[in-house]
C-alpha cells in the first residue's frame, strides 16, 4: 500500500517568508509525528498529533511553528517569518495505533526547506 | 531527559567484513529501541527493533540485542556487502504512557567497499 507522503519535496524560501508543508501519513494510522533533521544530524521530535489531537508540540522550537491535523488524517506544519536557521528536513510520521512507544513509526521522504 | 550516543563516522569497510555500530543511550524507565536506516536518496526505514531487555531484534543479516545494563544496543552484522552502505541512525521510544517521539543519535555513515 501507499507510505507516507509529503509535499513539496523542495522548498526554497526567501528570510520572513510563511511556508506550509504537507503530510498524507498511512491511510487509517491513528497517529502522527513532525521530526526536524539539520544537515548531518538525527532527526528531532516537533510534535505529535492522535487523530486530531495534538498531545505534544514539546519540540516545536518557537511559536513561528505551528502544526495541524484538523480531521485526523493531513497534517500541515507551518513555519512563519522563516529565518536561515530553519532551513533543514522536515520528516513526517505515521504509526498504527496510538499505542505507544514500542510501535513502529513510519516515515515519509521528507521536505527539505532551504531559506535564503 | 532521553539521549542516545552512536559512534560518529564514516565507517569505512571492505565487503564481507564484520561490522559494531556502537550505541548507548540514557533513559528512565524502560524505553524501547530502534535502528533506522537511510539509503541514499531515500527516507528512514525501520531497520530493527527491540521492546524489552534482553530482547534481540534481527533483519537483513543485522542484529542488535537490548542490553539493559550496559545501556546499549550495538548493531552488528557478519559480513556486509556494498548494498549496506547507508547511514544508520540508532532510536529510543521513552517508556511514558502514550505514543512518544523517537529520540535519534547523530547517525553513522557506513561505507562499504568492493
Known amino acids: 500500500g501507499a507510505g507516507v507522503s509529503q509535499s513539496p519535496r523542495y522548498k526554497v524560501a526567501k528570510r520572513g517568508q510563511d511556508v506550509a508543508l504537507r503530510c498524507d501519513p498511512i491511510?487509517?494510522?491513528?497517529?502522527l509525528f513532525w521530526y526536524q533533521q539539520a544537515l548531518g544530524q538525527g532527526p528531532e521530535f516537533l510534535t505529535y498529533f492522535q487523530n486530531e489531537a495534538q498531545l505534544d508540540k514539546s519540540g516545536l522550537p518557537s511559536d513561528r511553528f505551528f502544526a495541524e491535523r484538523p480531521e485526523g488524517s493531513v497534517s500541515t506544519l507551518k513555519i512563519q517569518r522563516t529565518q536561515q536557521e530553519d532551513s533543514a528536513v522536515y520528516l513526517c510520521a505515521s504509526s498504527l495505533a496510538g499505542q505507544g512507544y514500542q510501535e513502529t513509526q513510519y516515515f515519509g521522504p521528507g521536505t527539505r526547506l532551504l531559506v535564503l | 531527559g532521553n539521549s542516545v550516543t552512536q559512534m560518529e563516522g564514516p565507517v569505512t569497510l571492505s565487503e564481507e567484513a564484520f561490522l559494531t555500530i556502537n550505541c548507548t543511550y540514557t533513559?528512565?524507565?524502560?524505553?524501547?529501541l530502534f535502528w533506522y536506516v537511510q539509503y541514499p536518496g531515500e527516507g528512514l526505514q525501520l531497520l530493527l527493533k527491540?521492546?524489552?531487555?534482553?530482547d534481540k531484534g534481527s533483519n537483513k543479516g543485522f542484529e542488535a540485542t537490548y542490553r539493559k545494563e550496559t545501556t546499549s544496543f550495538h548493531l552488528e552484522k557478519g559480513s556486509v556487502q556494498v548494498s549496506d552502505s547507508a547511514v544508520y541512525f540508532c532510536?529510543?521510544?521513552?517508556?511514558?504512557?502514550?505514543?512518544?517521539?523517537?529520540?535519534f543519535g547523530k547517525g553513522t555513515h557506513l561505507i562499504i567497499q568492493p
Open positions: 527491540a521492546t524489552k531487555a534482553d
Open positions: 491511510s487509517g494510522h491513528v497517529s
Open positions: 532510536a529510543l521510544s521513552g517508556s511514558g504512557g502514550g505514543a512518544d517521539g523517537l529520540t
Open positions: 533513559a528512565t524507565g524502560y524505553p524501547s
